[in-house]
């Protein structure tokens, strides 16, 4: 009976931040180390689009999204459906977290994160592995999915770009999110050009701010993130109960 009520506390939500959500299990993972989970990737993907707010121009795709394109089970012309809210012809640069969890049955297996991203201008594909190319294979899978929703598919190319290399076994998610909030400021930076060297692409930006020690200060920076959200939270409804007690007085 009691594990029974430790896994709905668990479950109890926590933070509700644009389209993410995060519940009470979630910050037993980021004090860890643990091996994160598609919530909290979607949870910082929502928090760096709201921070670069680059309009149309960047696309960070939840993990469960790209998970379901690399892996629909349907005919092409229902994955479109799926596809086409992405807009995908109208992005500068769009961010696909990859798994690789076999099972699509299975909600939030796999136990490897890396990272894709597509940079239009240059016509690239490219992944990023903190584990050499362990993901290879289902970052291509999902490369091939993509390519026919975009203009002129038969340009676009795939490569494996340099990425630090993982130090421990639980660490590819923040990895998966350093990469990403390092390629974001790159393009924010206005760096977007068609990469002929890697002066001009966002490598170089790679190599010189990301680090073991630097991906792991994300996990504490991330938990930080979330605890003063929930208490901004727990203020505001502290002051709704205030509000409405004091209504409530005959």
Known sequence: ??????????????????????????????????????????????????????????????????????????????????????????????????????????????????????????RLFVHHDNSGRLNSPHARHLFHSLNPFYISPQDFRYIEGPTPTQTNGYDCGLYVMAIARCVCQWYYQGKNKAPDDDKENWFAVLSDQLNANKVHELRGELLSLVLSLMTETESKNMKYRKFGARNLKP
């Not at 990737?41 to 993990?63: A, Q, R, S, W």
């Not at 992005?91 to 994160?113: Q, Y």
């Open 1 to 122: 009976m009691a594990s029974e009520r430790g896994r709905g506390e668990d479950d109890d939500r926590i933070v509700s931040y644009g389209d993410a959500t995060l519940v009470r299990s979630d910050l037993a993972i980021l004090r860890g180390p643990h091996y994160l989970n598609d919530r909290l990737i979607h949870f910082f993907f929502t928090h760096l689009d709201l921070e670069c707010d680059e309009g149309e121009d960047i696309l960070l795709v939840p993990p469960s999204l790209a998970f379901l394109i690399a892996h629909f089970p349907g005919p092409s012309s229902s994955l479109a459906d799926v596809v086409a809210p992405l807009a995908l012809p109208r992005r500068k640069l769009v961010l696909f977290p990859v798994n690789d969890n076999p099972d699509v049955t299975l909600a939030e297996g796999g136990s490897h994160w890396s990272l894709l991203v597509c940079h239009v201008p240059s």
